[in-house]
């Protein structure tokens, strides 16, 4: 597979680069609807100084024009609805003999006014229309498809009218018609003329017939689509700034007191009240206390001492 891939962009990119090589002519001008056909390409419109090579249809659509024009100095002018191909155009600044022109008009109306091809070698230009071959010798003329009918205009130099019954060759100032290809070219007096039937491509300016290299082509404006643009991000609404408030005042911190240890003294606890002891009071308490101290008795009592008892 990728093989094949490799071959199919080798064998685009070799006729690419062939195209490329036989570019010899360019729109000069174009008004309206005018669009080219390159080989078995897509249609694209076509633009000022878009290229114009060999094996290329030109078309102009209602009310539009054309003027192309080659290196060696051709110009071609189209008219609204009209149809010309390109069948070879090779130009040789250093070898003109080995250069040729050779167009088909397919419909409508041209004019082609001769570059150095043409004024060179009579035979390296060709106009193949429906009903003959036009030859030039230096020439600028008008051809007119009408109907069924080809009919040619020389402004200046000479042209030839060839078909299978023959060829017709004419001058300055004459006008022939050909009504098909196994009728002979006859010449066609101003009378007989349909009406304006040159007028609208005589109409066309055209510039004038120098060779000239091809200028740069533009780009077209719908080879790459526009990208749609990204919605613009929604400004986020401004949020007015509050006043700070009031500090708040310090609460006060509360240290926790230190609670010093309790001394824990032991109770003493007194002995249980003897029967004497009930009776006394308040008043009594000196007596109440040496009657509790006269109840030690030494004998009785290994603890008891008399004297620190009174010492008490």
């Known amino acids: ?150 009919y040619s205009q020389v402004v200046a130099g000479d042209i030839d009218l060839t078909n299978k019954a023959g060829t017709l060759a004419l001058g300055a100032g004459q006008t022939a018609m050909v009504t098909s290809s196994t009728a002979i070219a006859t010449l066609v007096s101003a009378a007989a003329l349909p009406a304006g039937l040159f007028s609208q491509i005589a109409s066309i300016p055209v510039p004038p017939a120098t060779p000239a290299v091809a200028p740069t082509p533009p780009a077209s404006p719908t080879t790459t689509p526009a990208m749609p643009a990204s919605p613009a991000t929604p400004i986020a609404p401004t949020v007015p700034t509050l006043p700070a408030a009031p500090s708040a005042p310090m609460a006060p911190v509360l240290v926790p007191a230190v609670i010093a240890p309790v001394s824990v003294i032991p109770a003493v606890i007194a002995p249980a009240a003897t029967e004497d002891e009930e009776d006394c009071d308040a008043d009594d308490a000196e007596d109440c206390v040496s009657e509790v101290i006269e109840e030690c008795d030494p004998e009785e009592d290994e603890d008891c001492d008399p004297e620190e008892d009174e010492d008490e």
Do not use: C
């Open 1 to 150: 597979m990728t093989r094949i891939l490799a071959t199919l962009i080798s064998l685009l990119a070799l006729t690419w680069m062939a195209q490329a090589a036989a570019v010899g002519g360019w729109v000069y001008d174009a008004t309206g609807d005018v669009t080219i056909v390159v080989g078995k390409l897509p249609a694209s419109k076509a633009f000022k100084n878009t290229e114009i090579a060999s094996d290329t249809f030109i078309t102009t659509g209602d009310n539009s024009t054309a003027v192309l024009k080659f290196e060696d100095g051709q110009v071609i002018s189209m008219q609204a609805n009209s149809t010309l191909k390109v069948r070879r155009y090779h130009y040789q600044p250093q070898n003109a003999d080995k250069s040729s022109a050779f167009f088909t008009a397919l419909k409508g109306g041209m004019r082609f006014i001769s570059g150095l091809i043409g004024k060179g070698n009579k035979s390296a230009f060709k106009l193949t229309t429906p009903s003959s071959t036009i030859g030039i010798r230096g020439t600028d003329f008008m051809t007119v498809i009408n109907g069924q009918s080809v």
